[in-house]
């Protein structure tokens, strides 16, 4: 109870924040949204483009847990899978605050959760996030950047949007490690590592178990 307690305040305390007391809105703010979301990164600091890609990025990461996280909820997980694609930890906070711990996995794997308990998912999602992250660092304009965030609600937001993402991810890191019997010291690699650290779990997590279900004929219960 008092987890959910603490994710339902630091849910509205960051909503608080962010239409409240966060730096405003500039008059530029949307068509820089849409400049990024089509790709026109002509003058855009590179260290903006690297942010809004991986805020895409930490969906994925997040929806190869949540789905199979969802399974054992009577909260529709893809529900707030789906919608933090938009408004990342927005969406997430209210399903870690409503959640119930899920250590196992009922049923069996449909080709969606295989596709998302995939391992080559995984190192698909590293390697993009590899070569988004090699050229912010490398091409991007560090005093431009912290101007923008110190003055531009949507950067602003979106940046701790992003610190918020990584945090978040052991809430939900232990369970889904237990629904595959990993016990490992690698939590703390996995959950303290920012990006990086939920990333190497995706590729490195073994499958996940199926529930089976032995089928007994009647000439054997007659035995």
């Known amino acids: 109870m008092v987890r959910k307690i603490a994710f339902g305040v630091l849910w509205l305390g960051f909503t608080f924040y962010a239409f409240v007391l966060a730096p405003p809105n500039q008059p530029d703010t949307f068509e820089l949204i849409k400049d990024l979301s089509t790709g026109q990164w002509q003058g855009i600091n590179p260290l903006v483009i690297t942010l809004f890609n991986l805020m895409g990025i930490w969906p994925m990461i997040y ?10 909820q009577k909260l529709p997980a893809w529900l707030f899978a789906s919608a933090s694609f938009g408004v990342g930890a927005f969406a997430l906070l209210p399903y870690l605050t409503l959640r119930n711990a899920n250590p196992q996995f009922p049923g069996t794997k449909n080709a969606f959760i295989k596709l998302l ?14 070569i988004l992250v090699a050229y912010g660092l490398l091409q991007g304009d560090w005093s431009n950047f912290i ?61 996940l178990p199926e529930e089976t279900i032995k089928v007994v004929s009647k000439q054997q219960l007659n035995v």
């Open 63 to 72: 929806s190869a847990v949540l789905f199979i996280d969802g399974r054992g």
């Open 117 to 130: 308990d995939s391992r080559i998912t995984g190192i698909i999602l590293l390697v993009g996030t590899a």
């Open 147 to 207: 101007q923008q965030w110190q003055s531009d609600r949507f950067i602003h937001v979106m940046s701790l949007d992003f610190c918020l993402l990584c945090l978040l991810f052991p809430a939900l890191l232990g369970d889904d490690m237990a629904r595959r019997g990993w016990q490992t010291e690698l939590f703390w690699l996995f959950a303290l590592i920012p990006l990086f650290g939920p990333l190497i779990y995706l590729c490195l997590r073994p499958p």
